[in-house]
């Protein structure tokens, strides 16, 4: 069964320092894709990030990156310079190519201390 | 701006009184999903319909239901809410399988 694991219920940073939120996932499928979505308290979903896996290149945008790793099925999202606003959860999620569902991890807090 | 719309943001009913919450969209995507999310647990996958052809997870109460009258709009229909169902009800779109695009929600108190 496919699953997604998120190991850290909840994570401090300081402001403009950087932080890296894990998660890993089972999977015997060769093509599926990988996200990460941040909710904040108005319970928004926003994507934050997609990663293929049949690419190698890991994913970025702006101040968020992953440090994908498919052989041992680990997809870390990292945020520089965090800001106040990245104060959310942030959920890892899995897709396979031929499904449409999403399979979530359990999402990790992420508090940003001023 | 393409968006995903969500109405009421906040809705509050009386147990066992039907409410039905609405999703349109302007992305023209061709996939339109339902999700249940309690508290700060991961969104719940309801339903989804790929055009019109509709598809239901398998542990999805029969109390809740769902139309798609065009490819813009989408309804969740709660046929008779109980305590538990109060939650957020989230609605995504999507072109295909690609990447899903949420609404900000709506938000279901029960009385």
């Known amino acids: 069964a496919q699953t997604v694991t998120q190991s850290q219920p909840e994570m401090s940073v300081q402001e403009a320092e950087t932080v890296t939120l894990s998660c890993t996932y089972d999977?015997?499928?060769?093509?599926?894709?990988l996200f990460w979505y941040k909710q904040p308290p108005s319970r928004q979903m926003i994507l934050v990030i997609r990663?293929?896996?049949?690419k190698q290149q890991n994913a970025t945008e702006n101040r968020f990156s992953v440090n994908f790793q498919k052989a041992a099925k680990s997809f870390s999202l990292k945020i520089s310079d965090s800001q106040l606003g990245d104060a959310a959860m942030y959920f890892c999620?899995?897709?396979?190519?031929?499904?449409?569902?999403?399979?979530w991890g359990a999402g990790t807090k992420l508090i940003i201390k001023p | 701006d393409a968006m995903v719309i969500q109405n009421p943001r906040y809705q509050v009913t009386q147990f066992g009184k039907p409410v039905t919450l609405s999703c349109s969209q302007t992305?023209?995507?061709?996939?339109m999903y339902w999700y249940q999310q309690k508290s700060s647990q991961a969104p719940k996958l309801l339903f989804h319909?790929?055009?019109?052809?509709?598809?239901n997870e398998a542990d999805t109460p029969d109390n809740f239901q769902s139309r798609r009258p065009n490819t813009s709009f989408c309804f969740l229909d709660i046929r008779s809410p109980g305590l538990g169902d109060a939650a957020m009800y989230l609605c995504?779109?999507?072109?295909?399988?690609?990447?899903?695009?949420f609404g900000p929600g709506t938000r279901l108190l029960v009385l």
């Open positions: 995504a779109t999507s072109r295909r399988r690609e990447t899903q695009y």
């Open positions: 992305l023209n995507h061709n996939v």
């Open positions: 319909y790929y055009d019109k052809d509709f598809n």
């Open positions: 999977t015997s499928e060769s093509d599926y894709y």
């Open positions: 990663q293929e896996a049949y």
């Open positions: 999620a899995y897709r396979w190519d031929s499904n449409y569902q999403l399979i």
